[in-house]
């Protein structure tokens, strides 16, 4: 287990990370002294990859009518379709965010 905080962490190591705690859980491979330890850690980094994604999709929904914009001004044919709204906590998450097997 890394002792990196998980906002330190890539993106991709964050979800390398998690992925090898869900499986370490689901394999039953954690100490019953360490369980709690590993749960905490598997929810601080699912905390913060979540945050992620929600900061990256309040940036796409800025930057979309932007390039809207340019596209329409530089007459290139139809507008750009607008972003996906942001979804709320009860949607699922993101391609490629809980995608894999656990």
């Not at 890394?2 to 890539?10: F, K």
């Not at 930057?63 to 007459?75: H, K, N, Q, V």
């Not at 906590?89 to 490629?96: E, H, K, N, W």
């Not at 809980?98 to 656990?102: A, H, K, N, R, V």
């Given at each position: 287990m890394?002792?990196?905080?998980?906002?330190?962490?890539?993106y991709?190591?964050?979800?390398?990370e998690?992925n090898?705690?869900?499986?370490e859980?689901?394999?039953?491979?954690?100490?019953?002294?360490?369980?709690?330890?590993?749960?905490?850690?598997?929810?601080d980094?699912?905390?913060?990859?979540?945050?992620?994604?929600?900061?990256?999709r309040?940036?796409?929904?800025e930057?979309?009518?932007?390039?809207?914009?340019?596209?329409?001004?530089?007459?290139d044919?139809?507008?750009?379709?607008?972003?996906p709204?942001?979804?709320s906590?009860?949607?699922?998450?993101?391609?490629?965010y809980?995608?894999?097997?656990?």
């Open positions: 890394s002792d990196t905080p998980p906002a330190q962490l890539t991709a190591q964050a979800v390398d998690l090898a705690i869900i499986g859980l689901d394999d039953g491979l954690v100490d019953v002294d360490a369980l709690t330890v590993r749960f905490q850690r598997a929810i980094i699912m905390e913060d990859l979540d945050g992620r994604i929600r900061r990256a309040a940036k796409v929904d930057l979309a009518p932007r390039l809207d914009a340019i596209s329409r001004a530089a007459g044919g139809p507008a750009v379709p607008p972003a709204a942001a979804t906590a009860a949607d699922p998450p993101a391609p490629g809980g995608d894999e097997p656990f």
